[in-house]
């Protein structure tokens, strides 16, 4: 079990880069994590990184494409 199991997160800018790095980190602490770009690769970003990191503890990903600039 991770320190951060049962908690929910919302990562921007985590398709590549510091984002990424955090909620990959995130996700192997155990928390939920919203991976969240205005990239469309991060779905498959997301996706990867269930796959990658699925076993005990491990937190679960999602992936969603949204601009989070646009109020809309």
């Known amino acids: ?3 951060l199991t049962n908690r929910n ?3 921007t800018g985590a398709a590549r880069g ?3 790095a955090i909620a990959d980190a995130l ?3 155990g928390a939920n994590v919203a991976y969240v770009d205005v990239d469309p690769s991060v ?3 997301a ?3 269930r796959e990658r990191v699925s076993g005990d ?3 679960k990903a ?3 494409q949204c601009d989070v600039t646009k109020r809309a």
């Open 1 to 3: 079990m991770g320190r």
């Open 9 to 11: 997160c919302l990562v």
């Open 18 to 20: 510091i984002g990424f």
């Open 27 to 29: 996700v192997r602490e």
């Open 43 to 45: 779905v498959t970003v």
């Open 47 to 49: 996706q990867k990184t």
């Open 57 to 59: 503890g491990a937190g």
């Open 62 to 64: 999602i992936g969603i």
